[in-house]
């Protein structure tokens, strides 16, 4: 508060200082009375939760819109198949390499989904710059992202108004908007806060949770109200309701084949993330691939996009794989209770106008072509448009298409299944017909999960169809894949991409690597910086000042004895070189150091024997900016968060060997 | 392994000891086979699922038949008004009264929900007797503390087969049990995960919460076959399935009505714990009743259950409260999505089919009552009744209780809405009815949610009705109850229980008093164990093992600079102390036992500034057995959970101030 008043009085250049201070002043008394109600804390989660709501409102809009004047362009160019080709190619080109070109040029970490990057800042570890404002605007794909950084704009400005402890107050902000960062881009509030918690973190603090979710809340909420508003309910928010028998949902054996569902998913989930971490390498250590991605990255974008449109060209390819649906019509379609199969044996029983309404699976089966093959030919054709998708250098998110291509796994088992069941199955005297839609959600759930290494897809799957017959099986196939895409130290899909954009994020690296567990801080620590002596005088701790940017210093009792008294912050030792230096009587430059700035006793302490991964855990459970760490009572170095970097990044790059030789 | 064939070869006296060590033989083989798969750990977890599942599905079907036997006594003894009273109440008083003296006979601590001990449990400080088998049988009513016995014995069972390290083992094993239990106690996998990981700890490990993901579905699925299998599908498993119109489920305007619902149920969730606290205070401190409840406690469950039964007699005042619907009946009721201010106006207009069919509303407004007053009086009734049930020394659980509860203050609200608005709210052309089941929705998730500080009813309410369209409002009035009952330092229903049985359970503590949290563990920690010198012989490491029962010993350099060197084992100096008797040549008896023990080096250490709760956190995460405290290098004591539980318990007595003054 004194920051912002100060701020209006002592700059006279300013225009209108006293209406300035008048509402300033006035604002600064409605904080107080509103802030003894609830703290300001909430506020600002709720304006995260808004804020987010409202980006993804006029994001999902224009996205419409641009959808459909796309559809719009082709339909009207029915007949001019050469025409058709090029409106249905060059516009998703050109967009994809304007954007790429405009996020590239106003910030180059913003590729990808953001999700990596975000939890590596949550572990603890900062990146410099990466969740500035400017970057926001650069940024007009994935929501994580997005809302990360209005998280972190308005945790600097919950620190700067309020003045609380920056350290958590920050954090906080950060954890809540990567949560509601997921809930919003999926529309369902719950099971985003609990995928954001699975992804973001091994630990998680339980009092973080409720503020999550309360954020995650106050979106949903604004989301609801703008649709209702702008008379569009139709958006994100929109449920894919299904409408699947609940007298008798499954057959228990069926439960068998959701199991087997469930490790199929979890195989393909495998193969893919397998292939994905390949083509990652591939265009890292292809020299071609990574040259041209270094310099002309609106040109890669626009080649592979150019790529996947003309595979997917509805008059070619792309007739058998439903290529004219959107993403959200897919998934609607991917999601019928009803049996493909039957219905297209009886398509021409069915009135004009129930297919008009409903003609959504009829995508599926175009030109006489069986649903199985079309479902086959999709499956065999997205998965590696989908690896190939994945190395644009473009702000996108992945979780939805891999939702949507286990979904068409799901379809295919459902169906294969209505085939070899025509009738349903008999269970003492009742008939249970197959659901094919039930499959398809449990392979939705399955592959997202397995691809992701989490299990909230399962809740995920409940939450958007509200179809909570079927929660058991789902979870069942979803706790298989994972098994399978787990196991073996397998990597996650964020875990890749950490690893392949050598992120120092530790958790993933270990998941990668079992072996660097056993790394110890001795191993890693290097020699760690100044370290202060309790009776040092004034020029001693002058220079400890100009030679080091630390933040904290280490006191020891005295340099032989190297015995850990405390730490001592860098404040206070400036107030000690003020006073000495406007001290006339040179009481006070005569005095140690100890007897004057305020010794901070230590909490914890490392030895050189703890891991590198326990210190980690310590560092950010604790949560402490540093970690001393002792040998005997004797300091030997102290970790901080850019040293820990620093190990980390050391520890990806196998420099431990030669560090451990030089201990030896 | 090798213990159990040692087991089977060592004891001649055990019958088949040839075919016994070939069947022993079998089994190893065929585990050894299936661990290279899987690992053991998930089996035990599958079978953890499957027995609860099976426990839980024998006591519903039990129950189930002794409520039945209670309303057919009652409907044949029809005009004989007395002995209705006296079939009516005297059932209950018998039951409770039987089922108390038997579990206080067979084990003393197993009333109440279970809840509070467990988790006490779970954040690392032991209980004796608390997990054992012989419980298992005395329990029969909470599911939670339940599963967690069956957890423990698999976690004992695992450890004996597998021999992996103890520690993490059984904790992991029961982390998952009380995940099941309260997941099988729903009957909703997903949110009794949830619930099981807010009310248990205040951070948790996202490793855990796969282990109980596989648990709680391997449960739910048994759960589901068994129900198929005995043909009755109507169990607990079985959905409050509602019907709610999803095109315009709520007007934009009745989120603010929501909102107040949330603070209404919050208000009532203060005001019920807060006649919780004291009457559990009045049972402590009143002399007559804590005399009767510690010797006759069979006599005050009598008394007790026969109050509540005679209030709730159908043919006097419980005539008004709907008392002859069971628990699933009133749920399925309040939850009804039609209004039934509307349907009893039209009463007359059904069908007698219809009126038969679904005729859980008419308890609600029999003879001619109005729906309001019957809620009404079945709200200020159940306070009481509900508050009092809290003292009955009777295994059972108040999660479903408390829900019902909230359900009825919803439903009061949704009804008085559509009084106010006979023909819903116009919202541009459209007609939005009011739906009174969604306020009965809403306010079940918010009062329970009030009443244990958690957010997962919010989810439970979404699992048990499959009614997503409402998960906005929901999730809202359920935050703004948690918000409410939260402020200011309120301690929650189990946090209450842990008080007033001074569990030592260090949150819930911290909860009710905040001026503990500055506590450091220079004023509380004692003159710690026995500590050994690194050049000590024989005699002092004889003279240790015998005079304490320590299993780690810490190990200075010299008792006179008492520099922190590392810790060794029991069993190491027990090796010594052997070699040293068997030694003839008298070499190692002349050594020095930091020559022979290996130290284990230190990897942690807190210092006396560290607060209890930082050295609590550090303990529980890591996961460590044990915490030395060092100040300048020299050791000023060590914590283990048993210290740790003692500091708990001085804490939670007052004693702190006492410490405090000795230490000054």
């Known amino acids: 508060m004194e920051h912002e008043l100060h701020l209006s009085s002592n700059h006279p250049w300013k225009p209108w200082q006293h209406a300035r201070s008048n509402v300033k002043e006035c604002l600064l008394r409605v904080q107080s009375v509103v802030g003894s109600?609830?703290?300001?804390?909430?506020?600002?989660?709720?304006?995260?939760?808004?804020?987010?709501?409202?980006?993804?409102?006029?994001?999902?809009?224009?996205?419409?819109?641009?959808?459909?004047?796309?559809?719009?362009?082709?339909?009207?160019?029915?007949?001019?198949?050469?025409?058709?080709?090029?409106?249905?190619?060059?516009?998703?080109?050109?967009?994809?390499?304007?954007?790429?070109?405009?996020?590239?040029?106003?910030?180059?970490?913003?590729?990808?989904?953001?999700?990596?990057?975000?939890?590596?800042?949550?572990?603890?570890?900062?990146?410099?710059?990466?969740?500035?404002?400017?970057?926001?605007?650069?940024?007009?794909?994935?929501?994580v992202h997005l809302s990360t950084m209005v998280g972190a704009y308005l945790g600097r400005l919950r620190v700067s108004i309020g003045g609380q402890k920056e350290v958590t107050a920050h954090r906080e902000m950060l954890v809540a908007a990567a949560a509601v960062g997921v809930a919003s881009c999926f529309g369902a509030p719950i099971s985003g806060v609990l995928f954001s918690v699975e992804v973001m973190g091994t630990h998680f603090v339980v009092r973080d949770y409720c503020r999550c979710f309360f954020s995650a809340a106050c979106g949903a909420l604004t989301f609801r109200l703008l649709s209702v508003w702008s008379r569009e309910q139709e958006t994100v928010q929109a449920l894919f309701k299904t409408s699947f028998s609940s007298d008798l949902p499954y057959h228990a054996a069926e439960i068998l084949v959701f199991a087997l569902l469930g490790l199929l998913c979890g195989a393909v989930g495998c193969f893919y993330l397998f292939c994905h971490r390949r083509i990652l390498q591939f265009t890292k250590t292809n020299r071609l691939i990574s040259k041209v991605l270094a310099t002309e990255k609106a040109l890669y974008t626009g080649m592979v996009v150019f790529l996947l449109a003309s595979v997917t060209f509805p008059n070619c390819a792309g007739h058998f794989m439903a290529a004219e649906l959107s993403m959200k019509q897919l998934l609607s379609s991917l999601l019928d209770g009803r049996q493909w199969w039957s219905l297209s044996q009886n398509a021409s029983v069915l009135s004009p106008q129930e297919l008009a309404h409903e003609s959504l699976w009829q995508e599926w089966s175009t030109l006489g072509t069986s649903v199985y093959l079309t479902l086959g030919f999709f499956l065999v054709m997205k998965f590696w448009l989908l690896v190939l998708a994945c190395t644009l250098p473009l702000p996108a998110g992945y979780f939805m298409p891999a939702f949507i291509y286990g979904a068409a796994i799901g379809r295919l088992t459902g169906e294969g299944l209505a085939f070899m069941f025509p009738n349903g199955i008999q269970s003492e005297g009742k008939i249970c017909p197959i659901n094919p839609g039930g499959y398809a959600l449990a392979g939705a759930a399955a592959f997202s999960g397995a691809v992701t290494h989490t299990l909230s897809p399962a809740l995920l799957a409940l939450e958007l169809t509200g179809q909570s017959t079927h929660a058991a099986p789902i979870l069942l196939a979803t706790l298989l894949a994972n098994a399978l895409a787990r196991s073996r130290h397998r990597p996650s899909f964020y875990d890749a991409i950490s690893i392949v954009k050598k992120l120092p994020h530790l958790p993933s690296l270990l998941r990668a690597r079992p072996e660097l567990c056993s790394v110890r801080l001795g191993q890693v620590l290097s020699d760690g910086g100044k370290v202060l002596e309790r009776g040092g005088g004034v020029t001693e701790v002058h220079l400890a000042l100009t030679t080091s940017s630390q933040v904290e210093f280490p006191v020891v009792d005295t340099h032989e004895s190297q015995v850990l008294l405390g730490s001592v912050s860098r404040s206070e030792l400036q107030t000690f070189l003020h006073r000495a230096a406007d001290d006339q009587t040179g009481q006070v430059s005569d005095k140690q150091m100890g007897d004057v700035c305020f010794i901070q006793p230590i909490t914890v302490q490392a030895s050189v024997h703890t891991t590198v991964r326990q210190a980690h855990r310590i560092m950010s459970m604790l949560p402490t900016q540093h970690l001393f760490v002792t040998e005997k009572g004797r300091l030997s170095g102290f970790m901080t968060w850019k040293e820990m970097k620093t190990v980390i990044e050391d520890l990806a790059n196998g420099k431990t060997e030669q560090i451990d030789r030089q201990h030896d």
């Open 37 to 143: 109600v609830v703290g300001l804390e909430w506020f600002c989660l709720c304006a995260l939760g808004i804020l987010t709501a409202l980006v993804s409102f006029v994001m999902d809009l224009s996205v419409a819109k641009l959808q459909r004047a796309q559809r719009w362009v082709y339909s009207h160019l029915e007949g001019y198949k050469l025409l058709q080709f090029l409106s249905w190619t060059l516009y998703p080109v050109s967009l994809c390499a304007t954007s790429t070109a405009f996020s590239h040029s106003v910030c180059p970490y913003s590729a990808g989904s953001g999700l990596p990057e975000v939890r590596t800042i949550l572990s603890g570890v900062e990146l410099p710059d990466y969740l500035s404002l400017t970057h926001l605007f650069a940024k007009l794909g994935p929501f």
